[in-house]
Nanobody
C-alpha cells in the first residue's frame, strides 16, 4: 500500500483547509484509514480515523471542526474548519491492514493567529 497526501498549506485562524490522501496498491487489504499529526516538539497523535464500515473517530480537540470522509477505496479527505493555531503541524495519512501500518509523506499545515 502506498499513500500520497496533498492539500496542506497556510491558513488563518478560523479558516479552512482540506487534505487528501490517495492510496494505491492492495486496497482490499485496508481496514481503516486515518490522519495523524505531529506538532513541533510533540509526539505524533491520531486526528481522525474512518473504518471500512464508515465508523469515524476523532481526537477531542478537533470534534465538531474536522470531518474525515472516504470517497472510495482510494481517496480519503480531511476537511478542517475553524482552524486554530494549535492545529499547526505535519499531517500524515495512514492506512491499516491486518498485517501492517502504512504512512504517507507528511504535509505541513500552518495556522496563523
Amino acid at each position: 500500500v502506498q499513500l500520497q497526501a496533498s492539500g496542506g498549506g497556510l491558513a488563518q485562524a478560523g479558516g479552512s483547509l482540506r487534505l487528501s490522501c490517495a492510496a494505491s496498491g492492495n486496497l482490499l487489504s485496508i481496514n481503516s484509514r486515518g490522519w495523524y499529526r505531529q506538532a513541533p516538539g510533540k509526539q505524533r497523535e491520531l486526528v481522525a480515523r474512518i473504518t471500512n464500515g464508515g465508523t469515524t473517530t476523532y481526537t477531542d480537540s478537533v470534534k465538531g471542526r474536522f470531518t474525515i470522509s472516504r470517497v472510495n477505496a482510494k481517496t480519503v479527505y480531511l476537511q478542517m474548519n475553524s482552524l486554530k493555531s494549535e492545529d499547526t503541524g505535519v499531517y500524515y495519512c495512514h492506512a491499516q491492514t491486518w498485517a501492517d501500518n502504512y504512512w504517507g509523506q507528511g504535509t505541513q499545515v500552518t495556522v496563523s493567529s
